[in-house]
């Protein structure tokens, strides 16, 4: 820390001194409030809107705006915003992005710019990352937008137009990054601007910013249409690339991350596959063409190359799935099931013509746009999540929006245990399976991450043979999800999720009472949206007795445990976040060696994304000696400064380190 830090602060703690002196006022509007009647609180969205309207700005109103807000949520939600979550509503109505720990609530904390700027009449998007989330919010938080007088929203995936333009014409419109940027390219394609859904791009708050503008932010969006070409030669092209993948593997070697054979070669890290000379040669040989690359040759060619990356990058079950017959891809960000999209340029009918499922027509593009650049189309953009700090330059440089890190409401008692590195990927996942069991036994529940659905069963086949009850949450299981992470906080539950599935779902240490007053309901062979007040409010009451207890219990108990069980392309806002392995000889070389692992704020910077570290540790001569449980000491007599020096840095990973 420099001296000038020291004596002035760090740069967010000099904004929120500027934010404090804010706040106050807001508690002394609250005392007025709390005075009038709902329909003498309702009116005051009347008095905001004739002021802005007489030329008062948003800035002018935001305080007693905010009161009437934070007094309309205690009576309709029975929530009163804290002033941490007041600091948050005033980050994100001026346009920047709130980071905020797991817990301290940003759905509320949205509810206070929303409101003020939907006064405007001119709109504010709030985007979430799934149809699910979009809806609750809808209704949870929008019975204090329609206790207030605005109009409501919601974008869902099966919506038509005629609703989607009613839902886009309210003041609060709540949808996912998806349903927001297709809708915008479909417009485009209308004739008539009075077909147009979307109604300009006034304010959007982005709900897990760094997932959707960071993570997935090149992610094209592609609306195509039905090409005229045939689909035959891509089962021509598959029966030849399997021969030939099958005639290459006897001499196939792996070099970091590139597969080299004879016919082609792959790089994992850039997801590229391309034909060698002696590939190329192969394939003109079994076709009987002179010249693959002859103008005339240029289509086949195209469906070997597709061919190609089908059998060697696109992995079922990790990045589609067969459902019904047909691919279905598998979101990388996600780990949720994108119905109805397809990959683009043939890959996808590549991909069912290697599972043998009838291939439909290639499709081509007529619309296209980046979330990155539909998302700096708004006149103001602002965003929340539990990890945005550690990309503030890439907001900064991208979307000039700033990061500001609010302050939790009470001091965080979260404990952050260092990785656990591990030989072999057998070792780790007995050590994965332990802790496991151990928790299990204890009461204590767990949250165990994985990358792909095919990692998620294997653990769960070896959580089987344990005899540990456990649930799994991953694509094959998307319609479950929001009640699967519900209750991954009761006494002794094991909940197995891949990626980020159910990212946005409170997690109540206990259980969450809602959704486990909807199971007895249906216990009782009621219909949980049908039921009459009188037995909902029942099955509430018998839900909180058990969830209450529970939730004293896992306290004690240490509350929730959650183990990575191997780094996340992708970070799950407010869980752990993964650096790079520490790779060790005497195991798989391209074994996960983590068990658990949480982010540090300079994960990324002080160990890059980990392939170019990986190539030191090859060169550095390192040696493993073998310890009780698997670990590895890595012994550095023979490493440079600069390794040294990264490894003394690395998040206090579990490693003692020999001169």
Excluded at 581 to 610: C, E, I, M, N, T
Aim: hydrophobic share 35%; with cysteine; net charge negative.
């Amino acid at each position: 820390m420099s001296l000038l830090t020291k004596v002035f602060g760090t740069k967010n703690e000099r904004e929120l001194k500027k934010i404090d002196p804010l706040i106050p006022p807001i508690g002394e509007f609250e005392a007025g409030m709390k005075r009038l009647s709902d329909e003498q609180l309702r009116a005051r969205t009347g008095f905001f809107r004739e002021k802005i309207d007489q030329g008062a700005s948003l800035d002018d109103l935001l305080q007693e705006a905010f009161a009437v807000v934070r007094e309309a949520s205690w009576r309709v939600l029975n929530m009163r915003h804290f002033d941490t979550q007041l600091i948050g509503g005033l980050v994100l109505h001026h346009g920047k992005i709130a980071e905020m720990k797991t817990g301290e609530g940003k759905t509320l904390v949205a509810t206070l710019p929303v409101y003020l700027n939907g006064l405007s009449g001119k709109g504010v998007h709030v985007v979430t990352v799934n149809d699910y989330l979009a809806r609750r919010d809808s209704e949870w938080m929008g019975r204090v937008y329609r206790f207030l007088g605005l109009e409501v929203g919601v974008i869902q995936h099966d919506m038509d137009d005629a609703r989607r333009q009613k839902a886009y014409r309210s003041d609060v419109t709540y949808g996912t990054n998806n349903e927001f940027g297709f809708d915008y390219l479909r417009d485009n394609m209308k004739f008539s601007l009075d077909r147009y859904a979307q109604n300009g791009h006034n304010y959007a708050i982005v709900d897990e910013v760094d997932s959707i503008l960071i993570d997935e932010a090149r992610t094209p969006l592609i609306i195509s249409g039905p090409s005229e070409d045939s689909v035959g030669k891509y089962y021509e092209a598959d029966r030849m690339m399997k021969e030939m993948i099958r005639a290459a593997n006897k001499h196939k070697t792996q070099e970091a991350e590139k597969i080299i054979t004879p016919f082609y070669e792959v790089d994992e890290k850039a997801r590229t596959a391309v034909l060698t000379d002696e590939g190329v040669e192969e394939a003109e040989r079994r076709l009987g063409l002179g010249n693959l690359y002859d103008p005339a040759n240029l289509e086949i060619l195209h469906c070997l190359e597709q061919s190609l990356k089908a059998h060697t990058l696109q992995e079922k079950d990790v990045h589609y799935m067969i459902k019904d017959g047909q691919v279905v891809i598998v979101d990388e960000f996600t780990g949720r099931l994108m119905s109805g999209r397809r990959w683009s340029d043939g890959l996808h009918q590549a991909v069912e013509a290697k599972e043998g499922v009838k291939i439909e027509k290639e499709n081509q593009t007529l619309a296209t746009i980046t979330f990155q650049n539909y998302f700096r189309m708004y006149d103001k953009l602002a965003g929340m999540t539990g990890t945005a700090d550690t990309e503030a330059v890439e907001f900064d440089n991208i979307y000039k929006l700033e990061v500001m890190v609010i302050p939790t409401n009470r001091p965080l008692l979260r404990t952050e245990f260092p990785d656990l590195i591990y030989r072999t990927e057998k070792e780790k996942y007995n050590a994965v399976i332990d802790e496991i069991q151990e928790g299990h036994e204890r009461g204590q529940p767990s949250l165990v991450g994985t990358i792909s659905i095919e990692k998620s069963e294997h653990l769960s086949g070896l959580l089987k043979k344990r005899g540990v009850p456990h649930v799994v949450l991953n694509a094959k299981y998307h319609e479950q999800e929001a009640n699967i992470v519900a209750q991954a906080g009761r006494v002794s539950s094991v909940t197995i999720a891949t990626n980020m599935a159910g990212r946005g779902t409170d997690i109540l240490l206990g259980g969450n009472p809602e959704f486990l007053a909807e199971q007895i309901l249906a216990n009782r062979g009621l219909d949980p949206q049908a039921a009459d007040e009188a037995a909902r409010e029942s099955a509430l009451a018998e839900a909180k007795k058990i969830t209450d207890a529970e939730h004293d219990k896992v306290i004690e108990l240490g509350g929730l445990h959650i183990i990575g069980t191997e780094r996340h392309e992708a970070r799950p806002a407010g869980r752990p976040g993964f650096i790079p392995l520490l790779p060790v000889s005497g195991g798989r070389p391209d074994a996960d060696f983590r068990v658990r692992s949480h982010q540090r704020p300079d994960a990324k910077a002080g160990y890059g994304r980990g392939r170019s570290h990986r190539a030191w540790h090859g060169q550095q001569g390192h040696r493993t000696l073998p310890e009780a449980g698997g670990r590895a000491q890595l012994q550095h007599s023979q490493a440079s400064p600069r390794v040294r020096r990264c490894h003394e840095q690395a998040a206090g990973a579990d490693l003692r380190i020999a001169s």
